[in-house]
């Protein structure tokens, strides 16, 4: 039996209504048995990149190799071979660019990590003046009140009210009251990255897992035992996958520890949510390309 040919038209129509313009690209149509014509999207590809020298023996970033890891984790992200190339796909000259960091400081994103991508930022052509690393201040900072381009940085660790501080809840100081969006485990982070000040404008998201919190009681019980030296970064350019693959690490951890299912409590379920309600990005790991590049002890996912 003949089937009917896909008209350009029909394309057309199928690709305007793909979710996640930019992270989702339609890529075929396929027939599958005599249903008709259905829309087949490409992963999410997501990078996991670790390096057995990037701490030190006191537990520091090596800045070397932590620019190396992320100058390879970019160019695995974009197919690219030289890392500045690669950021100039991500960054224009023109574009002004802030670079949204977490500043909590028992396990913050590091100077050495800010210092990388600014650094490839500027090497994209951007001045120096057209820049800037903040976190709590950027609703007041000129910079990110007239950000074209934004690179989302933060630890992954436990958090008390949402579960986790990942990638999607980092930019809730775009937001001049951050508790107005606790309810329910921080159930509808993802709306955030709906107002003016930031929709469209990520072109990075950076997990750092150097060494992440994989237990908390309390909003500032930080813990060291709870920590350990994973010595790795995640990055992609949807952050509700970047944070799924964290979540699985963290995870991971939780249950060589705790002997459990390792589930986090809170249920950070903020993340699903980005994707279930939100539409923000993906969180099925079977939607994920998760590409690994560095040395594998220790948990693995």
Sequence with gaps: MSRKPITRREFLKAASVAPLAGALIPAAFRTERGLGPRLVEEKVRVVLVRDANALDASGVPNAEVVQRMLDDAVCALLDERDAVKAWKTLIRPEDIVGIKTNSWGKLPTTAQVEQAIKRRVMDAGVAEDKLSVDDRGVLRNPVFQNATALINARPARTHQWSGMGSCIKNYIMFVPQPSAYHDDTCADLATIWNLPIVKGKTRL?????????????????????????????IVSRDPVAADTTGLRVLEAKRREHFKDDGLLKPTPHHIQLADTRHHLGVSDPNRIELVKLGFGEGILI
Aim: glycine fraction near 6%.
């Design 205 to 233: 998201n950076i997990l750092v897992m150097f060494n992440p919190l994989f237990h908390m009681i309390g909003t500032q019980q930080y813990n060291k035992d709870f920590t350990w030296e994973y010595k790795g970064l």
